[in-house]
């Protein structure tokens, strides 16, 4: 499947569909499968499957990397219950499917969590290491969390964002989420709502 085009100065990818890794979790509404997706232009590959407690600290630094920049910019709270720490993780874990985009040697690259419930799915916690933004991982991880959803019924996904996240609220909004003009309080920050009807 090509997800792109070199002609006009993308990037060209090349998925291809694998069986997960044995271990892989309990991997709901896509059947186990993992995708392959292949930088043409850099060679470099990524796999996405779902995590398992044996990720945490994988996942951990993904979240820890991608949010450093933001640090200042959330309050401790906030922060604190963005980058996860171990047991946080577990609860995480135990409550919502997470999904992490690993490279050929294993290495985390990105991750995202997603819920459904009660026909509407949910999503958080997305995460890219700073080295792998731009290069379709976060569009893969949502397209896995979309076509999950999907499988289990649901026909909206919804996701909350502060608003220093501008490059990821520019990202949801290109893959057709929709503010709500809901605002909530996250630990001190306003939190935003965003929907998407699938």
């Given at each position: 499947?090509?997800?792109?085009?070199?002609?006009?100065?993308?990037?060209?990818?090349?998925?291809?569909?694998?069986?997960?890794?044995?271990?892989?979790?309990?991997?709901?509404?896509?059947?186990?499968?993992?995708?392959?997706?292949?930088?043409?232009?850099?060679?470099?590959?990524?796999?996405?499957?779902?995590?398992?407690?044996?990720?945490?600290?994988q996942v951990l630094q993904c979240l820890q990397e991608a949010f450093l920049v933001y640090r200042n910019d959330y309050t401790a709270g906030a922060y604190a219950d963005t980058v996860l720490n171990?047991?946080?993780?577990?609860?995480?874990?135990?409550?919502?499917?997470?999904?992490?985009?690993?490279?050929?040697?294993?290495?985390?690259?990105?991750?995202?969590?997603?819920?459904?419930?009660?026909?509407?799915?949910?999503?958080?916690?997305?995460?890219?290491?700073?080295?792998?933004?731009?290069?379709?991982?976060?569009?893969?991880?949502?397209?896995?969390?979309?076509?999950?959803?999907?499988?289990?019924?649901?026909?909206?996904?919804?996701?909350?964002?502060?608003?220093?996240?501008?490059?990821?609220?520019?990202?949801?909004?290109?893959?057709?989420?929709?503010?709500?003009?809901?605002?909530?309080?996250?630990?001190?920050?306003?939190?935003?709502?965003?929907?998407?009807?699938?």
């Open positions: 499947m090509c997800l792109g085009s070199a002609g006009n100065g993308e990037r060209a990818f090349a998925a291809s569909v694998d069986s997960a890794p044995s271990g892989a979790g309990d991997f709901q509404g896509i059947g186990g499968q993992s995708f392959e997706v292949v930088d043409m232009e850099k060679e470099q590959r990524f796999s996405v499957r779902g995590a398992t407690k044996e990720d945490a600290q171990p047991q946080t993780f577990l609860q995480r874990l135990s409550e919502q499917q997470i999904l992490i985009a690993v490279d050929q040697s294993g290495e985390a690259v990105g991750t995202m969590a997603y819920k459904a419930e009660n026909g509407e799915g949910h999503i958080r916690g997305m995460a890219v290491r700073p080295l792998w933004q731009g290069r379709g991982v976060a569009e893969k991880l949502l397209e896995h969390v979309e076509s999950a959803l999907q499988e289990l019924g649901c026909k909206v996904i919804t996701l909350d964002t502060t608003r220093p996240l501008q490059r990821a609220i520019r990202f949801y909004e290109k893959n057709g989420f929709r503010a709500t003009g809901e605002v909530a309080s996250f630990f001190g920050m306003e939190l935003l709502a965003y929907r998407k009807e699938l």
